[in-house]
């Protein structure tokens, strides 16, 4: 039973992982097709 929970547990947070790292991507092109349409320019630090 104890082992049907932990593995339980890492679906869910591997499931969640997924799906804050596709959120953060899609943040990421979203933003800078803001930034292209608005006529910006894009500062990229370094």
């Known amino acids: 039973m ?4 932990v593995s339980d547990l890492k679906a ?3 499931t969640l992982w997924i799906v804050v ?3 953060m ?3 990421d092109i979203f933003s800078i ?3 292209l349409v608005n006529g910006n320019i894009l500062s990229i630090p370094g």
């Open 25 to 27: 991507i899609f943040a």
């Open 33 to 35: 097709m803001i930034e």
């Open 21 to 23: 790292l596709i959120n």
């Open 12 to 14: 869910r947070l591997s």
């Open 2 to 5: 104890k082992i049907t929970r």
